[in-house]
């Protein structure tokens, strides 16, 4: 822009020098248009671009990783617009790896659609960001508004390989520890008690209460049953890009495994920073996906803390038993036991 108001000023000299040396009428009314000049262009421009609006979009926001992708850009406006172009300043973001950024550059002429590859070598929450948006007036000297959009999301995740966990066991322990079964109820497993305030009348076992004293309290048959065993998977969240991506992957086929033989779990990360551990409950495929996406958007950094590999795991909302399994960058393991790396 500033060379075009170089070249306009340059040409109103030219237009004074030649009013001044040739008095005419000619001369007068060549002034004037050139001191009309930028105004007319401002007011031919601000009508027939009015309502532009910049539009990203694409075919799918879950993309899969290494496979190619494009988000399609449309400066849309009146037909009055035609051939007119604009300078995009685009800014693309990996928010799982933030030092990946780049900023890109694009020329886009209106209601025109243009194409642009997106990066999916690496996992992540891609954010496609336009900045700035140069668009002018006919003759270049003032700057036209443009609507720019909100950033557009993609979830980059890495593609589904359920057969890398299938021969591992990772069925639930036996002989655990039994505990007194909420709401009482029938079952194989029970103990002996005397009663105590509070409890359920149904559950007195009235035939060993007959042959009690009068003055004892009455018998309480308690159902027992094995204290479930957590499975927790956990992983380091830092290291280098290549490296996380393949925990991922893994991630996602140990995930289709568990989930495909109805064995939940819970994941468990620490932030690199603080340390602060980060809890998912995944028992479903849809609690799968909003763990994904907050997985995703959470930077990882080269170095940081992990979840300590020989502390014990105490998971929120749950005692007893804690089957840990710590996911890394290497091949399949062995059956899944406590503390196993995988």
């Known amino acids: 822009m500033v060379k075009s108001w170089l070249a306009y000023l340059l040409t109103l000299l030219c237009g004074v020098a030649f009013y001044l040396f040739y008095p005419k009428p000619l001369s007068f009314y060549t002034l004037i248009l050139l001191l009309a000049l930028p105004l007319l262009s401002l007011g031919l421009a601000r009508f027939s671009l009015r309502r532009l609006r910049l539009n990203v979009s694409c075919d799918a926001h879950v993309l899969t990783k290494g496979d190619a992708a494009f988000a399609v850009l449309t400066l849309q406006g009146p037909k009055t617009a035609a051939g007119t172009a604009a300078r995009l300043t685009l800014r693309l973001d990996n928010r799982l790896y933030p030092q990946l950024g780049e900023k890109r550059t694009l020329r886009l002429a209106c209601n025109v659609p243009q194409s642009l590859e997106l990066p999916t070598g690496h996992c992540g929450w891609l954010a496609l960001t336009v900045q700035a948006c140069a668009l002018t007036d006919w003759l270049g000297l003032f700057p036209i508004p443009v609507k720019l959009p909100a950033p557009a999301l993609f979830l980059v995740w890495?593609?589904?390989?359920?057969?890398?966990?299938?021969?591992?066991?990772?069925?639930?322990?036996?002989?655990?520890?039994?505990?007194?079964?909420?709401?009482?109820?029938p079952g194989e497993d029970y103990e002996l008690r005397p009663y105590r305030p509070g409890d359920a009348v149904t559950s007195i076992?009235?035939?060993?209460?007959?042959?009690?004293?009068?003055?004892?309290?009455?018998?309480?048959?308690?159902?027992?049953?094995?204290?479930?065993?957590?499975?927790?998977?956990?992983?380091?969240?830092?290291?280098?890009?290549?490296?996380?991506?393949?925990?991922?992957?893994?991630?996602?086929?140990?995930?289709?495994?568990l989930i495909d033989g109805q064995r939940p779990f819970v994941l468990c990360w620490a932030d690199p920073a603080s340390g602060a551990l980060t809890y998912y409950d995944i028992d479903c495929?849809?609690?799968?996906?909003?763990?994904?996406?907050?997985?995703?958007?959470?930077?990882?950094?080269?170095?940081g803390q992990g979840v300590p590999k020989d502390a014990s795991l105490s998971l929120p909302g749950r005692t007893g038993a804690v089957r840990r399994i710590h996911l890394t960058a290497e091949g399949p393991g062995p059956s899944a036991s406590e503390g196993v790396s995988l």
Do not use: M
Not at 160 to 175: C, I, K, R, S
Not at 285 to 303: G, I, M, N
């Open 205 to 257: 076992h009235w035939k060993l209460t007959a042959k009690q004293p009068e003055d004892a309290d009455p018998i309480l048959r308690e159902t027992l049953e094995p204290l479930q065993e957590a499975l927790a998977v956990t992983y380091d969240h830092f290291g280098p890009p290549d490296e996380i991506d393949a925990v991922l992957a893994r991630l996602e086929a140990l995930e289709r495994h």
């Open 158 to 185: 890495p593609r589904e390989n359920p057969d890398v966990f299938a021969a591992v066991d990772l069925t639930p322990a036996q002989g655990l520890p039994l505990r007194p079964r909420p709401g009482g109820g």
């Open 285 to 303: 495929p849809d609690a799968w996906q909003r763990c994904c996406r907050a997985l995703a958007e959470s930077p990882a950094p080269l170095e």
